[in-house]
């Protein structure tokens, strides 16, 4: 999308009452479904997976999934809005794939909400970075703007460019979670001389959509090597265990 048409979008959502995230609908406010698509929406609750905040059909929000049971992942504690559904794909694929970029401000309301504890524990906000030609391709980094809107809302500072993809990765879907970290292998790097704003920090890192988890994996082992304190991650939404539902 060109200048002009994200500055005349800019104008008219000024001017218009702010839609439902998921449908046309009119809503008081930025960030808030209609009251149809909220009773559809999958809003993530306990109980989760205490560290990666998969959501789980028994317990409480104390204990962990297999999979954190067995081999625990690098960052700390994940935490996700919405489960990675039919309604969510609504919100998520038109924002990452469609340059709706101001859905940004809305999908931001929700993720502050669900990670209001990290974000009150963070240092600073870092995004999941793209690949260069994704990036030219796509024209933004949806993280990056997810995370200028918590950075404005809640003051925590945001680290732009603090970490590189510096090999693209082929779409990881379909692949397990072995072979996504075999794909992700020295994919993210922090770039140089950001070891001040790093060292010692706790991090939290923004991105769209937790899948397996492998990418906020990596992002973490790069911080973490980097001498981050702490890594945790926040997410719009997450993809269910098919094993838990
Ligand atoms: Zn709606
Ligand atoms: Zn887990």
């Known amino acids: 999308m060109n200048l002009i048409a994200i500055a005349g979008r800019a104008v008219l959502d000024t001017l218009l009452p702010p839609n439902c995230l998921?449908?046309?609908?009119?809503?008081?406010?930025d960030g808030q479904f209609c009251l149809t698509c909220f009773r559809a929406a999958n809003f993530i609750s306990s109980p989760f997976c205490a560290q990666c905040g998969v959501p789980l059909p028994f317990g409480d929000a104390t204990g962990f999934c297999t999979a954190c049971a067995?081999?625990?992942?690098?960052?700390?504690?994940?935490r996700a809005a919405l489960r990675y559904d039919a309604l969510t794909k609504r919100l998520i694929l038109p924002f990452k794939y469609a340059d709706r970029t101001e859905f940004a401000r809305g999908i931001a309301v929700l993720m502050a909400r669900a990670g209001a504890a990290l974000l009150a524990s963070a240092d600073a906000l870092v995004p999941v970075p793209l690949h260069q030609a994704r990036l030219r391709q796509r024209g933004y980094n949806q993280s990056v703007l997810l995370g200028a809107e918590?950075?404005?809302?809640?003051?925590?500072?945001?680290?732009?460019?603090?970490?590189?993809?510096?090999?693209?990765?082929?779409?990881?879907?379909?692949?397990?979670?072995?072979?996504?970290?075999a794909a992700l292998a020295g994919a993210i790097i922090m770039r140089p001389g950001r070891d001040l704003e790093i060292n010692h920090k706790n991090l939290l890192l923004i991105d769209d959509v937790m899948t397996s988890?492998?990418?906020?994996n990596a992002c973490a082992a790069a911080?973490?090597?980097?001498g981050a304190a702490r890594v945790d991650v926040l997410t719009a939404a997450r993809v269910a265990d098919p094993r838990y539902e």
């Not at 998921?22 to 406010?29: S, T, Y």
């Not at 809640?154 to 996504?180: C, I, N, Q, S, Y």
């Open 213 to 216: 988890g492998a990418t906020a």
């Open 22 to 29: 998921a449908c046309d609908a009119p809503v008081d406010a």
């Open 223 to 226: 911080l973490l090597n980097a």
């Open 150 to 181: 918590l950075a404005r809302r809640t003051g925590v500072p945001l680290l732009r460019d603090a970490l590189a993809r510096v090999k693209p990765t082929a779409p990881l879907g379909g692949l397990g979670l072995e072979a996504r970290q």
């Open 70 to 78: 067995h081999a625990p992942p690098l960052f700390h504690a994940a």
